[in-house]
């Protein structure tokens, strides 16, 4: 009978230890069922590599399993037709990273990007050095920034002591510039002024006229007359003085070496402050400068992508918690900054450390300079509908080098004010015939 009790009591014991591990096992499945998640990006490059890198991080590191996939979307410069393509075509989209030549607008009006608006409470908006204001439409926020970085001028402080040119400075113009790459331009010895030097006519005519947009943001003012005296004296410098080390007037005739910035035959280059590790590298005496100051301002070129959650997402929940570890979270962002896929975008002092300490203090000071005067440039979208287009119709005005200013030409002359104000017009009817009636139609959700 004793051991009967005992065997019951034993019986009893094993099957409350099955309850147990059934109810314990229940309630764990939420927390490990598999999440897969979609990145859709125009990029294919080291920023999708440095991105992925961080993403990691975070899935290893979460409480959930989550998987996570980066499909590219074909880059043919039409971004907009693309995502609808894209949004058409059945595929599984959670997050969008959005790049800085579209504008929130028309994501929001096109129903490409999901309202954040139920996810406020769970985000610190005041921490951001950028104004938020330019990723919302009609009041509500539909993408965070992700990915800031600035075209800079980098240059070879050996080329510039050997031939005992000053330095460049924050403060310095154009007509300094010029000097300097004309100084620097020695074709019998195959030292040429500036590499790719056809990013600056996007900025010389609002340095000059002190803006780029007017104040509705929906059209260019580059055609007024103090924008196109500093088109013109930029055009004249590759023209005449011929700083890139082109052989003619124009680019018919190509270069009179194809010298690289890497093996010292170049004394400046423009790329993002993302190259900036490789520079180091390549160049141990290496400068950096902001872009110069015209009559008006400084002004440099931006690049400012964000992320955004598709309305077509499943697993919006999770979708957010990945968006804010890489936008807003202190963890997600230090991770990116060290990596130098992007600058900081909160104001934060042990990011703002951490920053210095990539970049260095006389960098880092150089950045903090560039990222205060800034604001106003192509690669701010101003939230007005119709800009991807524009600036499709806009940029090879200025960097085409077979028909651009840059090519040498282009005359920026009254031809090229009506130009302009062609694009302004077509945009102002782009507006009335195709996005004004979306806004009528939009529910905003």
Same mark, same amino acid.
Not at 271 to 288: F, Y
Not at 410 to 417: G, I, N, R, S, V
């Given at each position: 009978m004793k051991l009967k009790w005992c065997m019951d009591s034993l019986f009893?014991?094993?099957?409350?230890?099955?309850?147990?591990a059934a109810g314990c096992s229940t309630?764990?499945?939420?927390? +490990?069922?598999?999440?897969?998640?979609? !990145? #859709?990006s125009f990029y294919s490059d080291h920023r999708v590599e440095m991105l992925k890198d961080v993403v990691e991080h975070y +899935?290893?590191?979460?409480?959930?399993? !989550? #998987?996570?996939?980066?499909?590219?979307?074909?880059?043919?410069?039409?971004r907009l037709g693309q995502l609808e393509a894209l949004y058409k075509s059945g595929e599984q989209v959670d997050l969008i990273w959005v790049p800085g030549t579209i504008s929130h607008s028309e994501l929001a009006l096109r129903g490409y990007a999901d309202s954040l608006s139920h996810y406020m409470a769970n985000l610190n908006?005041?921490?951001?050095?950028i104004d938020l204001s330019r990723f919302e439409f009609a009041g509500q926020l539909y993408a965070l920034p992700l990915r800031w970085t600035e075209y800079v001028i980098y240059y070879n402080k050996d080329v510039f002591d050997r031939y005992q040119v000053p330095y460049p400075h924050h403060e310095w113009t154009y007509e300094e510039l010029a000097e300097a790459a004309s100084r620097l331009t020695i074709p019998e010895e195959g030292i040429i002024g500036i590499q790719h030097g056809s990013s600056l006519f996007y900025t010389v005519g609002g340095a000059y006229a002190g803006a780029t947009f007017d104040e509705s943001g929906g059209r260019l003012v580059l055609n007024s007359e103090d924008?196109?005296?500093?088109?013109?004296?930029?055009?004249?410098?590759?023209?005449?003085?011929?700083?890139d080390g082109r052989i003619g007037e124009d680019l018919s005739q190509g270069f009179i070496a194809e010298p690289e910035f890497f093996d010292g035959h170049v004394a400046m280059t423009?790329?993002?402050?993302?190259?900036?590790?490789?520079?180091?590298?390549?160049?141990?005496?290496?400068?950096?400068?902001p872009f110069p100051r015209g009559d008006a301002q400084q002004l440099g070129l931006s690049e400012l992508d964000s992320m955004a959650i598709s309305p077509l997402s499943e697993h919006k929940e999770e979708a957010f918690d990945l968006l804010r570890y890489l936008t807003s979270d202190i963890e997600g962002v230090s991770l990116l900054v060290q990596s130098g896929f992007t600058l900081p975008l909160l104001r934060d002092e042990q990011l703002y450390a951490e920053w210095h300490q990539f970049y260095g203090d006389e960098y880092a000071d150089t950045i903090q300079f560039i990222l205060q005067n800034n604001e106003h440039n192509f690669g701010f979208p101003p939230p007005v509908p119709g800009y991807s287009n524009m600036l499709m119709k806009a940029a090879p005005l200025f960097i085409d080098p077979q028909q651009g200013l840059?090519?040498?030409?282009?005359?920026?002359?009254?031809?090229?004010?009506?130009?302009?104000?062609?694009?302004?017009?077509?945009?102002?009817?782009e507006r009335v015939n195709e996005w004004e009636p979306l806004y009528d139609q939009w529910d905003g959700n």
């Open positions: 009893l014991l094993w099957i409350w230890f099955v309850l147990i309630e764990a499945d939420p927390e +490990t069922k598999s999440v897969d998640l979609v !990145i #859709h +899935t290893a590191n979460s409480n959930k399993e !989550i #998987h996570v996939r980066f499909e590219t979307i074909p880059d043919d410069f039409d908006l005041a921490d951001y050095y924008a196109l005296a500093g088109i013109r004296f930029l055009v004249d410098q590759f023209r005449y003085n011929k700083i423009v790329s993002t402050t993302t190259a900036h590790r490789a520079m180091t590298e390549h160049v141990p005496h290496l400068g950096m400068a840059y090519s040498g030409l282009l005359e920026p002359d009254e031809q090229f004010a009506n130009m302009i104000e062609t694009i302004n017009l077509e945009w102002e009817l």
